[in-house]
């Protein structure tokens, strides 16, 4: 059992650097070789966990869904209304994909795996946008979220939070918590029933923290009548 923890440690490890690695150079331009000098190992030992590129663009797939999943129980579990829920899976997805994952970029590839895999994993990214889908539509139903349409909601949403990693860096001027909590504001207040006044004027006003508790939202600025 520790021999099989250590060795999935170890995938988990170079899945996360490759993924890196595919996200700046882009996955026709990444050999397994490039991948194996990268990571500071053989391509035997590379080998060993993945036989062939696409098959470990398969793992990085999973691994997104994974993380996907695991967000949306979580927010499930803690939020209070559809939009609660559908914020916070959001967030936690956002969150984990560029702190760490660097996967987010490679659900673009999709089309460079194998058929099976490819269909194995369109499979599942449906069940993921039909849970996201429904969040939405049970905010609807609690009057939590204004009336629209699910399914151009969920397109939007995931669109804007899968193009992050192309521009976000972590050398830049805001942390992944603070980000994934301004964007979260963004999205709330197109979606709520009772959007807020104004937004925080600036992203790094949030608190520098993970969500693993509810965000104290900064205070807005104050606006006066003329």
């Known amino acids: 059992l520790a021999r099989e923890d250590q060795r999935e440690r170890k995938r988990e490890v170079l899945l996360r650097e490759a993924a890196a690695l595919i996200n700046k150079n882009g996955f026709h331009a990444t050999s397994l070789e490039d991948i194996a000098i990268g990571l500071g190992v053989t391509k035997t030992a590379l080998y060993y966990y993945f036989p062939n590129k696409q098959k470990l663009l398969s793992a990085c797939m999973d691994r997104v869904m994974k993380v996907a999943f695991e967000a949306a129980e979580e927010a499930k579990a803690r939020g209070s209304s559809g939009r609660e829920k559908l914020m916070l899976a959001l967030q936690l997805y956002l969150e984990k994909l560029i702190d760490e994952m660097s996967c987010c970029v490679i659900v673009s590839e999709e089309s460079s795996m194998l ?3 490819r269909m194995a994993h369109q499979k599942q990214r449906d069940k993921y946008d039909t849970i996201i889908r429904n969040l939405v539509k049970e905010g609807i139903k609690d009057g939590s979220i204004v009336p629209c349409d699910p399914k151009l909601v969920t ?3 995931l669109g804007a939070v899968h193009w992050v990693p192309k521009w976000f ?3 830049g001027d805001w942390s992944s918590a603070q980000l ?3 964007m979260m ?4 207040r197109a979606l709520s029933a009772k959007p807020a006044a104004a937004l925080a004027r600036s ?3 949030w608190p520098d923290a993970a ?3 509810p965000p104290v939202k900064p205070k807005a600025a104050r606006t006066t009548r003329r």
């Open 115 to 117: 058929p099976e895999d």
């Open 155 to 157: 397109f939007t949403l």
């Open 169 to 171: 860096s972590h050398q």
């Open 180 to 182: 994934s909590h301004a």
């Open 185 to 188: 504001e963004l999205f709330e």
């Open 203 to 205: 992203v790094a006003d």
């Open 211 to 213: 969500s693993a508790s």
